[in-house]
């Protein structure tokens, strides 16, 4: 009877065995051909054995945790090269190793960090010292002070080149913390181990080991800005400063899942500029908007337009000049890479972003910002910065899921890899071409009228034909309007062989339900007049009832991080459901058509 008890739990451990790696072979193949929400589901499943390969050979946890963030960084550059996705491990295997072995080759375990018990006792060759390396200056910095601690230095040009590094050293510290400095100035000049500068400050060594990792990384960082002439002038100082913004309070009932233009509610808002956010959802068209990946139920589509010119059309409409810092970073995988593949490749220095918003700020503005910290089940989203301190290094920003919002560090803010703000400048001379800033009522209401009958123009274009912003990376492609409920109920019913991705499905529901929602709102404000009004009215019906079905869809499939496959017949009852939104949608589109018929003979 115990050899049957062992026999089953083999086999049930063989076939888990067997799942988890056709399920990593399938996240290969999908990442192979460009899926980066695959990749991070890859990553996370295998981080932990990577690591593992990385400390077997370095013999150090620290060092591992480097080793496994540089091979992620060139595996997510070339997974397109990986030929066979059943072989992803042992490719992975071989990344580790080459970085593994190439940082051995570079300084042993520890690299340029090692603790001062790591040091043996070789012969320090003063000459090959790498001015521009950070870390070959830390290095014979280390080994000339212990050197010289122990009373064998009698070399007049040995001190002579301690000292010179000591004043290359010292020029930079200005861009740690307090603590920071003090941590690092402990372990490299001083000479003290980590346990001994963790018991001065109650910490734990892993926790010093991190400080003296974070200060090596902003002292590489304020190379390249002296590089570039942007350190201040030797005994020049910069002005500590802080200021936070009181942002006005953003009522639930006034919130849309489109974060985007939540946030420009939020930020007009604080600048004195109430506006309804079903308008701002129906002039800006997210109201009517609807794009699917052609490859699964992933929510990437929801991103998918030219950022730049939607922020600043959209805030000209409204009345108001604009200004823009965009980039992408070229060391680090970028999410959302067909959004932002145009941007420019920029260096991940506090120096190109922090001005911009210390400006605003300055001025009384929030800053527009797309978070990649963003609270989970989120993965992005945008949110607003309204506040910095000098002093400690941070910025206080909104989160989608935290009411009292949050901090990063300045550090975090120039890492993040997808660089864009936006913030205010001033009004316009009019609201729009050829409209005085002070109407009356009669021009407000021609205003208003024209304002929407272009809004529902690009509905009728969105819904009927295929949206023009297409990506140049050749993996992505989405499809667009009432197209798209096609394209989404082809991936419910994809089966077994292909299902839909739950979680992106949990996103696109929630964000498109809520959106439809808006539509019928914005529609029943349009100043249409007799049978235009009545039929845009009518659609406004139609939105509402696709807006049900959808929310019934939301409702079934929650948006959050779960682990739940769907059932043949679950999905056939959220393509049913999908199939009656789209015939309401597109009963409404028709009604809207009809609706700018009489407009135009009006006209």
């Not at 509905?459 to 197209?483: D, E, F, Q, V």
Request: net charge neutral.
């Amino acid at each position: 009877m115990e050899i049957y008890q062992l026999d089953g739990a083999a086999i049930q451990s063989s076939q888990q065995e067997a799942a988890e790696e056709q399920r990593s072979r399938e996240l290969a193949e999908r990442a192979r051909q460009g899926d980066t929400e695959a990749f991070g589901e890859l990553i996370e499943q295998h981080r932990h054995r990577a690591k593992g390969w990385a400390e077997r050979i370095t013999g150090d946890p620290h060092m591992a945790d480097d080793i496994v963030q540089d091979a992620l960084i060139r595996a997510f550059l070339h997974i397109g090269t990986l030929q066979d996705s059943s072989r992803f491990l042992s490719w992975l295997h071989r990344i580790v190793r080459n970085q593994a072995y190439m940082r051995m080759r570079r300084g042993g375990p520890y690299k340029h960090e090692k603790p001062l018990a790591a040091f043996r006792p070789i012969e320090a060759d003063s000459s090959h010292i790498e001015w521009s390396d950070l870390d070959s200056i830390l290095y014979h910095l280390t080994r000339s002070a212990a050197k010289a601690a122990s009373g064998n230095e009698n070399d007049p040009a040995e001190h002579l080149m301690r000292k010179e590094m000591y004043e290359t050293i010292h020029a930079l510290l200005h861009c740690l913390t307090k603590k920071e400095r003090s941590i690092f100035e402990a372990y490299f000049f001083r000479q003290l181990t980590p346990d001994e500068i963790a018991s001065m400050y109650q910490m734990t060594t892993g926790s010093i080991y991190t400080y003296i990792h974070r200060s090596r990384q902003k002292l590489r960082n304020e190379q390249v800005r002296a590089s570039l002439g942007l350190v201040p002038e030797k005994g020049g100082s910069a002005v500590i400063k802080r200021k936070q913004l009181n942002l006005p309070d953003w009522p639930p009932h006034a919130s849309t899942s489109i974060t985007l233009i939540d946030r420009i509610g939020h930020m007009l808002t604080a600048l004195g500029d109430r506006r309804d956010t079903a308008e701002l959802m129906g002039i800006s068209g997210f109201a009517f908007r609807m794009q699917i990946s052609d490859r699964t139920t992933f929510a990437d589509g929801i991103y998918m337009f030219d950022w730049r010119q939607t922020v600043q059309q959209l805030l000209k409409q409204l009345g108001y000049e604009s200004t823009l810092l965009c980039g992408q970073l070229s060391n680090k995988p970028v999410p959302l890479l067909g959004a932002v593949e145009r941007f420019p490749v920029v260096l991940p220095i506090e120096e190109a972003v922090i001005p911009f918003i210390r400006k605003y700020i300055d001025l009384g503005k929030p800053v527009l910002y797309f978070d990649t910290t963003v609270s989970r089940p989120y993965v992005h989203e945008w949110s607003l910065i309204y506040g910095y301190d000098d002093d400690q290094q941070t910025v206080q920003l909104t989160d989608i899921l935290k009411p009292g919002g949050k901090t990063l560090s300045y550090e975090d803010i120039a890492n993040n890899p997808v660089r864009f703000l936006a913030a205010v400048d001033g009004k316009h001379e009019s609201i729009s071409p050829n409209v005085p800033r002070q109407l009356d009522s009669v021009s407000m209401r021609t205003h208003r009228s024209r304002e929407a009958e272009q809004a529902i123009r690009f509905a009728i274009t969105y819904a009927k034909n295929r949206w023009g912003y297409c990506p140049m990376t050749t993996y992505l492609s989405y499809t667009t309007g009432l197209a798209a409920y096609e394209r989404w109920i082809e991936h419910v019913l994809g089966g077994p062989d292909k299902p839909p991705n739950r979680y992106g499905l949990g996103q696109l529901a929630a964000v498109y339900a809520d959106a439809r929602v808006y539509a019928a709102q914005y529609l029943r404000t349009v100043p249409f007049e007799g049978e235009a009004m009545r039929l845009t009215l009518l659609a406004s019906e139609a939105y509402e009832q696709a807006a049900e079905a959808l929310k019934k869809l939301s409702a079934a499939v929650p948006f959050v991080r779960i682990a739940e496959i769907l059932s043949t017949e679950q999905c056939k009852a959220y393509a049913a459901l999908l199939e009656q939104a789209r015939t309401f949608e597109a009963a409404a589109i028709e009604y809207l058509e009809k609706a700018i018929q009489y407009v135009e003979e009006g006209q």
